[in-house]
């Protein structure tokens, strides 16, 4: 299997997170994905590739134009209003405020366009989400071109990122543009698993009222996890996308047989729409090590995870998302690759 990798991802360096009331440096961080390349290259997984570089358009499918256009100021916007260190949103038009307006200075555009404060800015931090989306439709494209599976090693991940908005260490959802991308490239429909420990809200989001796109989803559950506010299993789809989107929300402690279970009802469901094509939004924040999540599985598990899906029988996308046992990203993360390829 390919990979596509860019070197940019490491200039968004530095951040640091709100957490449990403590400033603490962010557990997403760029030894995440210096820790799978490694990996990729010690199981000899496949050929690591450069991404290409590609205009914007394909990010304003999924995303408004508006929401786009922003991403690159923050940083210019920040310096010059005089500030260093990171740039965290810290205002929200929640209930009761107004939405709808755009105020004009960088704090509370910053908040405009998030849903928390764990999507932060320093300076290379355009350049790495640019890359990220490069990532993600090179390897989208190696598909295409009728390679089976590829892995895009995308960082920072993307999965919280909705149509304006912003949050959880993601900014641009490059799973959900790739999935538009393949829609756009003919294909008639497309799935998207997300297996992160997170629920994927702007994935959710993005795809809701669509039934050429499914989305299934399996997480912590809303009511104790972080995104809180999606997630449920209630939440199906609306109008033309009612049936298409799938939650299998988990407690804490949830180890393999009872995650397992949740991907065979989810393959099953994906296998019943019969899609052209199937993204993996591949978070391994599963791990029963996960620095910030509560689940059980070992790395043992991951290889099956990748055997199951291998056996739909799809061409495949994996899209990186979260994962933060950094010692053992690379090892989980890979192990579902080779489990896909079967070796
Ligand atoms: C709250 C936790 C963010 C989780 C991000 C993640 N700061 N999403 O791993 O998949
Ligand atoms: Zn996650």
Not at 148 to 169: D, E, K, N, Q, W
Not at 209 to 237: K, W
Not at 315 to 328: D, H, I, N, R, S
Request: aromatic share 12%.
């Amino acid at each position: 299997m390919k990979t596509v990798f860019s070197p940019l991802h490491a200039g968004h360096a530095g951040n640091v997170e709100l957490i449990a009331g403590a400033v603490v440096p962010a557990f997403e961080k760029p030894s995440r994905a210096e820790f799978i390349k490694a990996r990729v290259e010690s199981e000899e997984l496949g050929p690591i590739l450069p991404p290409e570089s590609h205009d914007l358009a394909a990010a304003k499918k999924v995303h408004t134009d508006d929401y786009i256009d922003f991403l690159p100021t923050v940083w210019p916007l920040w310096e010059a209003s005089g500030r260093s260190g990171s740039a965290i949103p810290f205002t929200w038009p929640t209930r009761g405020l107004r939405g709808d307006v755009r105020p004009k200075t960088i704090d509370a555009q910053l908040g405009f366009y998030s849903f928390d404060g764990g999507a932060t800015f320093v300076k290379g931090t355009w350049d790495a989400i640019k890359s990220s989306y490069d990532v993600a439709l090179t390897a989208a494209a190696l598909v295409k071109a009728g390679e089976p599976s590829a892995f895009a090693l995308c960082r920072p991940p993307g999965h919280h990122a909705g149509a304006a908005f912003m949050g959880g260490y993601c900014f641009i959802n490059n799973a959900a543009v790739v999935a538009q991308w393949f829609r756009d490239q003919g294909a008639r429909r497309v799935s998207i698993l997300d297996v992160d420990y997170h629920h994927g809200n702007g994935t959710q989001e993005i795809f809701y009222s669509r039934g050429d796109i499914q989305v299934i989803n399996l997480h912590g559950d809303p009511m104790t996890e972080y995104p809180f506010f999606l997630g449920h299993a209630d939440e199906r789809g609306a109008g033309p996308g009612e049936g298409f989107n799938h939650n299998y929300p988990m407690p804490f402690g949830t180890s393999w047989d009872a995650w397992n279970a949740s991907l065979e009802d989810g393959c099953a469901k994906l296998t019943a729409y019969a899609p052209d094509v199937v993204i993996v939004s591949l978070g391994v924040d599963t791990f029963e090590k996960d620095p910030i999540s509560q689940f059980k599985l070992k790395s043992a598990d991951y290889p099956k995870i990748g055997r199951r899906i291998a056996r739909l029988g799809l061409p495949t996308l994996f899209v990186m998302e979260g994962g933060y046992a950094v010692e053992e990203i690379g090892i989980n993360a890979v192990g579902v690759l080779t489990g896909f390829e079967d070796r």
